[in-house]
DNA sequence: CTGATCAGTTAGTGACGATTAACTGAAAAC
DNA sequence: GTTTTCAGTTAATCGTCACTAACTGATCAG
């Protein structure tokens, strides 16, 4: 189908993206330090330091997975929010509807990386927590530009920590939603995506003072 | 003031105590892993094993403060929802703005426990994994008992993941507000207690399926 | 007083795990 | 066809811990 015309070694970015693959759901479940390279290794078929052929070294891997999520979530943020058809005059309130409903997706389909991004950040080389840092940063600022058409009066700080809250709000996903078939007791995913939309939204448009008493 | 008439040895209360402290402080930061015996030691100032004077081990450590927390939430939720004035006959609003108050009240002034338990759960011992759900099943327990007064007709399930996704928005505090004196561009704790807690309450009473659009 | 108790201390010990070294075999280059 | 190149392999190396052993000094009981 889409071959990219490149020689056979493309095999090698077929490994380094399965070695990303079962970093995420390996550290997701056993966190960076509890996960030896021989364990990372063993799952994609090859054994131990065959990962120096892709990676400079253990944190080199938790680097590429992070900083790749941190780019798709701006990435994909950006046009989410760009996306209102009556181009850049409307309320905002589209432009946030589009954020959530892509966030909420994001969260429900790739939770190992969610989960990673926000437990293993620490473990990052200091450059890489800069970069992601950065582009975490500037994924806020997507929320708190739509933000702030809804409410001008607002501070940003203030937005800033309403986006926060939803981000964990809908990130909390993967500890609740059943992950496969079979689950017990678990809201299933597709009804839980239309239930966290709406308890997001109502959290972001919730008002500052609490009204009545 | 309170002395608890037990001999000079309650010195080791105080030791086992200032140890716990500081494990909430450093696995906090570093995780567990990422904190040996002896730096645990040197934070209270003893220095490595002295610590088996206290727990049976480094996991024994862990349990304690987890197991400590879970129920500290379970006893504080329970007697908060259990506080409505009206007795057991309340509509549930009162509470639900009461156990919203409490957790909001227990993230922002036990910043660094919080993290832990969620971060580092998976490096407890089976029992200690056991404890803590159980625990924490209970506490979500309060939450849907709660709520179902409020709401009837929806699912237990969907209560559920209602009052994990709030925990999710309530806990992703420790990210996002300053910890100390002197924050830049934070929102300091005082207005940020009252605007979690007005989120929260929009995002427990947001409607089952997205109303307009 | 005197002996037990017990919080601490300083040396091991034993695993485990990241990284490096030295090699191998097959595909790609020429 | 020969020679690089390079993904992989197995066998060290080297640090870093959790945990144990052996010992010490103070407090507490009698």
Redesign the pocket.
């Known amino acids: 189908m889409n071959e990219t015309a490149s ?3 493309e ?2 970015a077929v ?1 380094r993206q399965a070695l990303l693959d079962a970093a995420a759901a390996l550290f997701a479940a056993q966190g960076f ?9 063993a799952a994609v ?6 990962i ?3 990676f ?5 891997v938790l680097g590429a997975l992070l900083v790749g999520v941190s780019e798709e979530l701006l990435t994909g943020g950006s046009r989410a929010a760009g996306l209102a058809p009556g181009g850049e005059a409307d309320d905002g309130g589209t432009s946030l509807r589009a954020l959530v409903a892509f966030h909420v997706d994001f969260a429900l389909s790739k939770p190992d990386v969610i989960r990673v991004q926000d437990r293993d950040f620490t473990s990052l080389s200091p450059e890489d927590q800069n970069a992601v840092r950065t582009l975490q940063l500037a994924y806020v600022d997507v929320w708190v530009e739509a933000l702030r058409r809804l409410q001008p009066e607002a501070s940003r700080a203030e937005l800033r920590l309403r986006a926060q809250a939803v981000f964990g709000l809908i990130n909390s996903t993967p500890h609740s939603v059943g992950r496969t078939r079979r689950d017990g007791g678990r809201v299933p995913a597709a009804p839980a995506r239309k239930l966290l939309e709406s308890m997001a939204l109502a959290a972001l448009t919730a008002p500052s003072a609490t009204p009545s008493s």
Request: glycine content about 18%.
């Open positions: 020689p056979r070694s095999a090698k490994r330090a509890g996960v030896s390279l021989d364990d990372l290794g078929g090859v054994s131990g330091p065959a120096y052929r892709h400079s070294g253990k944190q080199a």
